[in-house]
């Protein structure tokens, strides 16, 4: 088994951990060291099987160590993915066992999907996408850092730009686009376009703030 550390002890990372136990059930294949986090206090008032290590912004990656993305926001993952990939950290795609990969291309570093998530014929997915229980279109395109949460409707040929956050049950129309760091609210119903640096929400979604 290899030793994994999961970056970040919030939710989503207590879930990441989640996850890498169901790969273990299915083939033994990760150590879970336990967290890195900035918030020594993240697990209070939570049970949780594994404990922080220490911060991330004095953390020295190790070569015999493998990483996990357990934070969800877009600018967080950047920021920190791209200061522990350049101290040499190896970050591991994390696949719940249950999510089916149809695209013909190549995935990029950092992959974490939730279960049943679906990744269909011809998508693109950059690195760091965090992609929760949903199901991809076909041809659609995921790029570095994007967060998908649960239940969202990604119809075929969407394209998420580069730090966009999509919120549980958002939908987007065929083939539309969803700009550089903006976010996409619950529930919304995306029919046009959406600028970067844009927050949308409602049905249809219209802009809340920039």
Same mark, same amino acid.
């Given at each position: 088994?290899?030793? +994994?550390?999961?970056?970040?002890?919030?939710?989503?990372?207590?879930?990441?951990?989640?996850?890498?136990?169901?790969? &273990?059930?299915?083939?033994?294949?990760?150590? $879970?060291?336990?967290? !890195?986090?900035?918030?020594?206090?993240?697990?209070?008032?939570?049970?949780?099987?594994?404990?922080?290590?220490?911060? !991330?912004? &004095?953390?020295?990656?190790? &070569?015999?160590?493998?990483?996990?993305?357990?934070?969800?926001?877009?600018?967080?993952?950047?920021?920190?993915?791209?200061? %522990?990939?350049?101290?040499?950290?190896?970050?591991?795609? $994390?696949?719940?066992?249950?999510?089916? !990969?149809?695209?013909?291309?190549? /995935? *990029?570093?950092? %992959?974490?999907?939730?279960?049943?998530?679906? !990744?269909?014929?011809?998508?693109? +997915?950059?690195?760091?996408?965090? %992609?929760?229980?949903? /199901? %991809?279109?076909?041809?659609?395109?995921?790029?570095?850092?994007?967060?998908?949460?649960?239940?969202?409707?990604?119809?075929?040929?969407?394209?998420?730009?580069?730090?966009?956050? $999509?919120?549980?049950?958002?939908?987007?129309?065929?083939?539309?686009?969803?700009? $550089?760091?903006?976010?996409? *609210?619950?529930?919304?119903?995306?029919?046009? &376009?959406?600028?970067?640096?844009?927050?949308?929400?409602?049905?249809?979604?219209?802009?809340?703030?920039?």
């Amino acid at each position: 088994m290899k030793d +994994i550390i999961v970056v970040g002890a919030g939710g989503c990372g207590r879930e990441v951990a989640n996850w890498i136990e169901d790969i &273990n059930a299915v083939n033994e294949t990760w150590n $879970i060291l336990g967290f !890195i986090d900035d918030n020594e206090n993240a697990l209070a008032g939570f049970k949780c099987r594994y404990k922080i290590l220490g911060d !991330i912004k &004095n953390h020295t990656p190790r &070569n015999d160590i493998f990483y996990a993305m357990g934070i969800a926001n877009p600018k967080v993952k950047k920021i920190v993915g791209n200061d %522990l990939v350049k101290k040499g950290a190896e970050f591991a795609s $994390i696949i719940h066992p249950s999510t089916h !990969i149809y695209t013909e291309y190549p /995935i *990029g570093v950092g %992959l974490v999907t939730y279960p049943n998530a679906k !990744i269909a014929t011809g998508c693109k +997915i950059g690195d760091f996408v965090t %992609l929760q229980s949903t /199901i %991809l279109g076909h041809d659609s395109q995921l790029e570095d850092y994007v967060t998908v949460s649960s239940s969202c409707g990604i119809t075929g040929g969407v394209k998420l730009h580069e730090g966009c956050f $999509i919120a549980d049950h958002a939908c987007i129309a065929v083939g539309l686009e969803v700009g $550089i760091n903006a976010y996409v *609210g619950i529930g919304s119903v995306v029919i046009r &376009n959406v600028a970067d640096n844009t927050k949308v929400f409602g049905n249809p979604a219209r802009v809340f703030a920039k």
